[in-house]
């Protein structure tokens, strides 16, 4: 469990002791059920992380929203979207093994996550990973509910794919950006889980990372 669920949970109780013993002990249910929720919605289970070649696991747990090209010409990217609901794990996860090369925090609005908006205009944290020679980009991105955007790593960490990197208080969404010629390996509406679900398979140099059970095939 991350240990936010603590801080929140434990006022919760302290109060619905006091409120039990001051006045009726049915007044103990509201914030001992508050209590309970937090403990639930800040837990961080373990995961399989996936060792094929290639693999980009998903950065966080949810439904697919949106799969689709963004960019022009050389730059094009797939842009993979995922909404997180309050009843998701908020625990986000690196997408990739690699070295981050940059984080930037930007400020911004609060608009519903499942709005494609969202993604430009919402406050967000952006990281970009450096991996086998690929640049994975991944958001944090806030929704309607969400206040606080968590992220421990720092630039030139290096990350393992699956690893733990923070994580979004309540509903939000998080986007994954990866070069246009990625493989996807999911589809809109489909669910998802960090660090277990794989969203697609990049290149490496020299390489190109098959789907499924192909290990690698090489790139002439």
Do not use: C
């Not at 936010?4 to 109780?13: C, E, S, T």
């Not at 050389?74 to 842009?79: G, I, V």
């Not at 790593?153 to 509903?171: A, C, N, S």
């Amino acid at each position: 469990m991350v240990r936010d669920g603590y801080f929140y949970a434990a006022p919760l109780i302290a109060a619905g002791l006091l409120l039990g013993w001051l006045t009726n002990p049915a007044w103990t249910i509201i914030p001992f059920l508050l209590a309970f929720f937090f403990l639930w919605f800040f837990r961080d289970p373990e995961r399989a992380i996936p060792q094929e070649a290639g693999a980009v696991v998903s950065p966080g747990d949810g439904r697919v929203t949106d799969v689709s090209t963004v960019g022009s010409g050389n730059d094009r990217q797939t842009r993979i979207s995922i909404f997180l609901s309050v009843f998701n794990v908020h625990v986000n996860r690196s997408p990739v093994a690699g070295v981050i090369r940059d984080v930037l925090y930007q400020r911004g609005r609060f608009l519903n996550a499942m709005n494609k908006t969202s993604a430009e205009q919402n406050e967000q944290n952006i990281v970009t990973i450096e991996a086998d020679g690929q640049k994975i980009v991944f958001k944090q991105i806030a929704g309607l509910l969400a206040r606080r955007i968590v992220f421990y790593p720092k630039v030139g960490d290096r990350l393992e794919r699956g690893q733990r990197v923070g994580l979004i208080k309540f509903g939000s969404r998080v986007d994954l950006l990866v070069d246009a010629s990625a493989r996807v390996n999911i589809k809109v509406g489909d669910r998802v889980k960090g660090g277990a679900t794989v969203l697609a398979y990049v290149r490496a140099q020299g390489t190109l990372a098959a789907v499924g059970s192909d290990a690698v095939e090489k790139a002439y």
